[in-house]
């Protein structure tokens, strides 16, 4: 640390994991944070104090890092969240959740649903969420007053959608919703989502990507997710859905490629080549039956990938952690290689390379000095996470969302002693809980 | 509920997940506990007061269903929890592990890591476990402190062992063990457990099964777990790992074979036929990139699967309700099946079933009049598990062990209020992390 001053905020005696690119791991870690950014960061000497702050935090030992960062979420699915399981995809999703968002999802619900979601991630380690879904305006407003840092994006489908009745007026609407966050809310920033290229025309991908780039804002879209998808574009284009969607002028480095199940080496090329990311969605794929995504290949191209959730309905919760140990588990079971996807590798894909993917690798995803304060203290002192020999292994195989002790976005402390600062979970349960018993009874 | 009557334990105002034959879900249910077994349980009407109980317990809107069992563990490797990871089997293996056994396990370590094993089960909601190591006998002593209920197993190896430095020893030290713990201790019964086709003599093999015959105990053993094992057996033997210990004899239905990841069809036959049970370790085989066993298959050949995490250099932790969430999703991913490994067969996994590989299903498994209360209270007001449709759903894919507010065994209450009631977690910790600082330095 250098000279001694008077930070906003310190956060002393616990582990710093910083995720920097030297992979720094501080024992007896302090931070300085000012403005809510990362003033200073480094190791206490022996017997030394912490310096002096406004506020200062005692981490009683745990593990101190960066917030978890979940590439794909459909923040208000958590209403259908084990609504239905184990089912035929075609199933799951023409008889249960396309019906179910048609007859359920409202302005209001959206609204609740959203605030459920924010105080889960929240609660779980999570400080930012790149989002797609409808209504996202009032996904927005709730993600807002959460604190959380999201990328938020109003989807785009070739089908009458919950709040855009009329297709053709999708792309105007996602458009005008851009336009009301952009440089509205400091800690959001507005999206596209293109749902599939199977759901939207091809003239509906490159108008959204076109109005996408002229926007500015991060293009996301569900692709390559499953076998009958891949299957399908090779029948009827002779293309795989990466090639189809790079023949389109889709792919750039604003573009986030969601699951990325089925690719081959040339697709891993395309997308390495056009600077395109991908949100890798474990938990989702399994839970599905999608397959196993080439991961461990994809980071061979150098392509960034960040780790996501993907919506309620399909995981059946909002949990980095499990998700990180799923990534790391999952890929050497199938390659039969114990030595691909290492803690750090896995680490780093719900930090900074999940930051890399969602376009805000330069405020967050890791702690360094200028970077935004988003960061969370792990509570070491309990069974599991005893005894401690590597932080970075606990992280990924061992630790839990419910070990996550405090969370700060932005310098803000949003979760203090495992309890929310400006949520109220009761209300939002019982609002929650209100409008299932009207699912529960349709 | 039967007739009016004062229980020594009442618990009430929750969602009882029975994990019967029916798997009945009584909502709004009471359960009556005398002389530590279930003596009733049912609905109550609407309206209607709990029945008289010396202790009554609001489970609070909760999940209460039966404790989980965990069905392969090796207790006091706590101790080296991410000691190493993600290396290939033979470094991690020879070059970090057994260093390690040989060199920290001691009685003493093995009382505390044990005791920590037991801290950790507990507070995830496990109630009993099926165990293998070296000092079992103190391992045996923390298990009974701790109040669990467990299937506990003196390893026999062809090698120099902890505490059984001579290996023509190790049947005598097993025998030995099982007489000092046979009808000594209510909730534990003594096991042998020989290490693996590869590593016991076919003789050492025979004898100790023989032996586990004449004392009447389980007999386990890690089978099939790896390509190598299983083509070095087909090559040196012309047999599958199954098909040799089938020739010698091994397997009956007090035979519980451990992983079962490298089966072929003929095998599966084998141990159906001979009765015999499976452990089945997803997140272990997953991290060690053993592969994925074919656990849908087993289940179509009536043969009992038990869930279990391995010890927690390989997991690495010991948290069943992670085990089932993988276990759900990693066989649909590996078969692209949506429909296979659904809520309910996978809670059973971890349950009744669990209880049938281990020999305990009489007992425990289920919430039925007559058996022991084992049993969990899962609290539900959190953000992950709102709103509930279907409490197994929520069980398998969302809960975690931090979701346990109450465990009793043997009607004995272990866990309240996420506190555990006769063990001291501080003085635990500590004298683990002394013994860690130890191994950190040699």
Known sequence: MGDPMTYDLVIHNGTIVTVNSDFEIIEDGVIGI???????????????????????????GGIIMPGLINTHTHL?????????DDLPLDTWLNEIIFPAESKHITASTVRWASLLACAEMLMGGTTACCDGYFFED????SVKDSGLRAVLAQGVIDYPAPGVPDPSENINAATDYVLRWKNN?????????????YTCSAETLTR??????????LFQIHAAETKSEHDRFLSEYNRTPIQYLDNLGILDENTLLVHCVWLNDADMKIIAGRRSKVSHNPGSNMKLASGIAPVEKLAGYGIPVGLGTDGCASNNNLDIFQEMDMAAK??????????IMDAKTVLKMATIDAARAIGLDHMIGSLETGKQADLII??????????MYHPESHIVYTAKGSDVRDVWVAGNALVRD????NLDLNEIIMQVNEIASVIKGS
Chains 1, 2 share one sequence.
């Open 76 to 84: 208000p699915m958590t209403l259908f969240r084990g609504l239905a």
């Open 185 to 197: 809310a400091t800690r959001l920033s507005p999206s596209i989502f293109c749902h599939a290229p």
């Open 378 to 387: 792990i509570e070491a002192h309990s069974p599991h996470l005893t005894p």
């Open 418 to 421: 495992r309890k929310l600062v």
């Open 330 to 339: 999952l890929h050497k079971a199938s390659t039969l290689d114990p030595t």
């Open 208 to 217: 959204a990507k076109s109005a996408a780039q002229d926007l500015d804002v």
């Open 34 to 60: 000012n403005d809510g950014e990362i003033a200073d960061l480094g190791g206490l000497d022996e017997g030394a104090l912490p310096p002096a702050g406004k506020e200062v935090i005692d981490a009683g």
């Open 138 to 141: 009032d996904v927005a407003r």
